[in-house]
């Protein structure tokens, strides 16, 4: 299911063979007695009825599996174990150096992984395993077995190339920003939502010159002339050499959440909340554990509604 019903992929990321990988389907759909894929040929084409319900089911085994050995570990060797946080590149570069820092020091003996997420315009998936968090700058579809919390608020600058007649506008107003063309997030994305919906307010289209994910690329595009750029002020601030210059937008937009995200039966360690709470300190050990009794993400959300957030 991870690699699209892809053998050859699938056999790459377990490091065995694709006939080893078919084998062991079919020995298991021999001994349960059911299809558990669709097949054309040899190929895998879909997933059964009664299949859906069988991974669903393994899934879960996979999941308890994981917290078994997270109990033991934690009690044989509390020091030691992993931390996989999935994120994206704005908050990769900008955000997490100094906690990752300060985190490998204090914890040389965990295991530490940053991993990409998936873009806002493909099938939006968060990692749910027991030593993963999400850390993420747009919208999560609702999901039963996930945790959802504010990490942060950030906010919108416009990034313009050097001598730009918008330098010379000490706070720009929409209807100065829609004369330009404008590169910015994909539609989906926080950032691009709240754009939208305040210049829809306005009464205003504005041009989408040209859209992408990554707040480098589009200062790049920004810098070649290609029009003016709407992203996220802690990768506005950061021009280096770069021939642009960058305005706070904060008087036109609201601020923008990010969240972290993990999986409700995640068993926390005592490495996890120094983690947590020092790259969201809003989010302490003491609010966490009363984050983790709480019944439904309804719940969970009036819980942290009012806490003060850092914002970027």
Not at 141 to 168: G, M, Q, R
Request: with cysteine.
């Amino acid at each position: 299911m991870d690699n699209n019903l892809n053998i050859s992929a699938a056999s790459e990321a377990l490091y065995t063979s694709q006939p080893g990988i078919s084998k062991q389907v079919g020995l298991l759909e021999n001994e349960l007695g059911v299809r558990i894929f669709e097949r054309r040929g040899r190929h895998l084409h879909g997933v059964t009825p009664v299949g859906i319900e069988i991974i669903k089911c393994a899934e879960r085994m996979l999941e308890l599996e994981g917290k078994i050995k997270a109990i033991s570990k934690r009690h044989l060797d509390p020091n030691s174990g992993s931390l996989n946080i999935y994120t994206m590149p704005t908050i990769a570069r900008y955000l997490l150096p100094d906690t990752v820092a300060y985190f490998t020091r204090k914890y040389p003996r965990i295991s530490f992984h940053l991993q990409p997420t998936l873009p806002a315009n493909e099938k939006f998936k968060l990692s749910k395993g027991y030593a993963d968090f999400s850390i993420v700058a747009q919208d999560i579809p609702f999901d039963k077995d996930l945790i959802t919390l504010p990490a942060y608020l950030w906010t919108l600058s416009l990034v313009v190339p050097e001598n730009h007649p918008l330098t010379h506008i000490d706070k720009p107003t929409l209807q100065d920003l829609a004369q330009y063309p404008i590169l910015s997030y994909e539609q989906g994305a926080i950032g691009r939502n709240v754009q939208d919906q305040t210049f829809a307010r306005a009464g205003l289209e504005p041009h989408y010159h040209m859209t992408m994910m990554d707040a480098d690329i589009i200062k790049r595009y920004v810098e070649l002339g290609m029009g003016i750029g709407i992203i996220a002020s802690l990768a506005a601030r950061d021009i280096g050499s770069m021939k642009i210059t960058h305005i706070n937008l904060d008087h036109l937009f609201e601020p923008c959440k990010a969240w972290l995200c993990f999986s409700k039966d995640i068993l926390l360690q005592d490495y996890m909340y120094d983690f947590i709470s020092t790259f969201s300190p809003h989010l302490t050990k003491e609010v966490m554990e009363m984050v983790l009794m709480q019944p439904t993400q309804e719940k969970i959300d009036l819980l942290v509604q009012d806490l003060e957030m850092p914002v970027y």
